[in-house]
């Protein structure tokens, strides 16, 4: 199938752009400047100039595919409200462009979005309050649009690993090497899920191919590695102590990472496994952290 990926050239879309080569698709990646063009192209696909602010060229690429894998983000948490807002609008417009067409979009969230007692489950749905409100807005609309005629599904990732590192442990090794200490909140017991980058590709992969439309997927390898655990690692690779930061210093601690650090965000992916045939086979978090080096290939 001729698959239109935003993100193709990021951490998981380089990737992912292999994966469906490899199993005999083709893709048509989003390219926002010439050094994403060349990379996409150098893993052999094709590049479409554009970016997430172009709703009209979204649907342009979108209706002239197979289907959609949608990546692509603004992480930028200093405008974390427009950054949802330009997601929700991009994908509107190539959930239009599909409609009635029974063609596949998997669209992204994160484990992050759900917040209860115990583990959060693939049919949990997300609130629209907080943290969530923002990119929650998107999850809604991927999930609506499978009674539109669109073969829609929802990939939810925890903490991806692999090497070299991106996402917020890499950001807890700068703070440490910063601060001089690896720091966790409380007691440290609170969890963060986690799935190494390739585990979460096969799924991706496999959603797009054959999973029910109005799913939402969990791309959860470990449902919870505690942020102590996490810390210590950290510690013990830079050879800093650890140290317990009490709530009313987390924010000046940790900057914008401190309205997350302390969350417990215990994830089960029991529904995914079963429903798509998908077992994460890669090395675990915490084992990839000390093979990997992350306070060493993680930026200064």
Sequence with gaps: ????????????????????????????????????????????????????????????????????IH?????????????????????????????????????????????????????????????????????????????????????????????PPKGFVPRLVEIAKEKGVAAYVGDGGNRWPAVHRMDAVRLYRLAFEKATPGTTLHA?????????????????GLDVPTRSIPAEEVQAHFGWLGFLVGIDNLASSAITRKSMDWQPREIGMIDDMRASGYWITSAS
């Design 220 to 236: 959860v390898g470990e449902e919870g590695v505690a942020l102590r655990a996490i810390a210590e690692t950290i510690a013990e």
């Design 71 to 163: 990546l692509a983000y603004n992480h930028d948490f200093s405008r974390y409200e427009q950054s949802g807002k330009e997601d929700l609008a991009a994908i509107e417009a190539m959930l239009v462009a599909l409609a009635g067409s029974d063609k596949p979009f998997v669209g992204t969230s994160g484990t992050g979005m759900i917040h209860k007692h115990g583990a959060i489950v693939e049919t949990d749905s997300v609130r629209l309050e907080g943290f969530a409100s923002a990119r929650g807005r998107s999850e809604i609309a991927v999930i609506d649009a499978a009674g539109k005629g669109v073969r829609s599904v929802v990939v939810r990732l925890p903490q991806v690993h692999d090497t």
């Design 1 to 68: 199938m001729r698959i239109f990926m935003t993100g193709a050239s990021g951490f998981i879309g380089e990737k992912l752009t292999r994966e469906l080569i490899d199993h005999g698709h083709q893709v048509v990646g989003l390219a926002r400047n010439e050094e994403s063009a060349a990379k996409i192209e150098a893993l052999g696909a094709e590049a479409r100039r554009g970016d997430l602010t172009d709703p009209a060229g979204l649907a342009e690429a979108a209706a002239a595919s197979d289907g959609v």
